[in-house]
């Protein structure tokens, strides 16, 4: 289906799905949610290239580098640190965190609402850094502190038909919809 939106609005319904990358074969854990949404802001990667000759612009080219940029909420759930992070536990119960993990790659599903229908995307090989750890005092009123992780989205590897996926998106009554955050959707050729 088209999107018939004239305008988008809200985040909700963020999840994240473990990558395994193997050689050009990408697979993912079962997609997990992120409660609290509260801003994704993502900008494009990658530049324009021009190349001048007979004394002008000849010949302009882009590259897709995928997308940077902060998804902040209400608060990560511990299922992030210990899947992403490497965050574990000890016999007591202690999370702890080990400076020798590295980072797991995953794909960033989420919703946007417009003024037809739903959106849903998927960035499929993602990578966050680890959020800030801060709170405040309480004052006159208790308002909460949000946790904000920096996402980058890079392309997949180049699968059999040459391509490099970076993100997929589909709409309120497309197939691929009403399955969304049971398995993530992949591009068929």
């Known amino acids: 289906m088209a999107d018939s939106n004239k305008v988008k609005f809200g985040l909700k319904n963020v999840h994240y799905a473990v990558a395994t990358v193997t050689g050009s074969t990408v697979t993912y854990d079962t997609p997990v949610a992120i409660k609290g949404a509260v801003n994704l ?15 002008s612009k000849y010949y302009t080219t882009n590259a897709n580098q995928g997308y940077s940029g902060d998804l902040e909420v209400a608060k990560f759930p511990d299922s ?16 702890y965190e080990d400076a020798a993990i590295e980072p797991k790659q995953f794909a960033l599903l989420f919703e946007f609402s417009g003024d037809a229908n739903k959106t849903r995307h998927v960035l499929y090989l993602c990578t966050a850094s680890r959020p800030a750890l801060s709170s405040g005092t309480i004052q006159d009123t208790k ?9 980058t989205a890079v ?30 959707q992949t591009v068929s050729p």
């Open 41 to 55: 802001s993502l900008d494009a990667q990658g530049g324009e290239t021009n190349f001048y000759a007979d004394d």
């Open 155 to 184: 392309p997949l590897p180049v699968d059999a038909n040459g391509k490099q996926i970076v993100r997929a998106k589909c709409n309120e009554g497309d197939t691929a919809y009403s399955s969304w955050y049971t398995t993530v």
């Open 143 to 151: 308002e909460p502190v949000t946790e904000t992780t920096t996402i």
């Open 80 to 95: 992030f640190y210990e899947d992403i992070f490497g965050v574990d536990a000890d016999q007591n119960g202690l999370l």
